[in-house]
T-cell receptor, first 112, second 113 residues
Framework: DADVTQTPRNRITKTGKRIMLECSQTKGHDRMYWYRQDPGLGLRLIYYSFDVKDINKGEISDGYSVSRQAQAKFSLSLESAIPNQTALYFC???????????FGPGTRLTVL | QQQVKQSPQSLIVQKGGISIINCAYENTAFDYFPWYQQFPGKGPALLIAIRPDVSEKKEGRFTISFNKSAKQFSLHIMDSQPGDSATYFCAASTASGTYKYIFGTGTRLKVLA
């Protein structure tokens, strides 16, 4: 969805490096999410935020941190990347009673 | 109890055939069941969704069947087309304010021309 953008789209980094993945949205949604996708494991929630002052851990938050700089921006950081964090990362926004989610195009991260 | 189990992991169907993907859940508090479709290189996008007060929802060639007593729901793609080749995720959530989805593990569908 063009209204949710992620940068970079691809990143190769080395073990121990700090890396930040950025997400921006023009949908005006308050809810934002970070997921990782691994083959056979589906989409797993890392962190989510309902507004700038509200940050919550998801099911797999260890090794990750986030920052909600504004309503439109939600960044995911890996403080010290490790190889098992190699995955496809998606940012999403949510709206409505049933929280329809709108996903960005994803960032493919490889940690060597 | 928070898991959503999805099967099969992969599926190959001939053009014009019916594709069926199944999901099962344990948490009876779930009250919203969406299906997301993901094409290669893209993020998932909402395809169709159902609430447990109905047993079936149809949108074009896509139908969700819901069995509340069995805690199962399935996606049926009628007259499957090569353009339907994608990964499909089921999900479950509650409308109680948590605004979190639990996703299934995904099914990679390939429709042969």
């Amino acid at each position: 969805d063009a209204d949710v953008t992620q940068t970079p789209r691809n990143r190769i980094t080395k073990t121990g490096k700090r890396i930040m993945l950025e997400c921006s949205q023009t949908k005006g949604h308050d809810r934002m999410y970070w997921y990782r996708q691994d083959p056979g494991l589906g989409l797993r929630l890392i962190y989510y935020s309902f507004d700038v002052k509200d940050i919550n851990k998801g099911e797999i938050s260890d090794g990750y941190s986030v920052s909600r700089q504004a309503q439109a921006k939600f960044s995911l950081s890996l403080e010290s990347a490790i190889p098992n964090q190699t995955a496809l990362y998606f940012c999403a926004t949510g709206q409505g009673t049933y929280n329809e989610q709108f996903f960005g195009p994803g960032t493919r991260l490889t940690v060597l | 109890q928070q898991q959503v189990k999805q099967s099969p992991q992969s599926l190959i169907v001939q053009k014009g055939g019916i594709s069926i993907i199944n999901c099962a859940y344990e948490n009876t508090a779930f009250d919203y069941f969406p299906w997301y479709q993901q094409f290669p290189g893209k993020g998932p996008a909402l395809l169709i969704a159902i609430r447990p007060d109905v047993s079936e929802k149809k949108e074009g060639r896509f139908t969700i069947s819901f069995n509340k007593s069995a805690k199962q729901f399935s996606l049926h793609i009628m007259d499957s087309q090569p353009g339907d080749s994608a990964t499909y995720f089921c999900a479950a959530s509650t409308a109680s304010g948590t605004y979190k989805y639990i996703f299934g593990t995904g099914t990679r569908l390939k429709v042969l021309a």
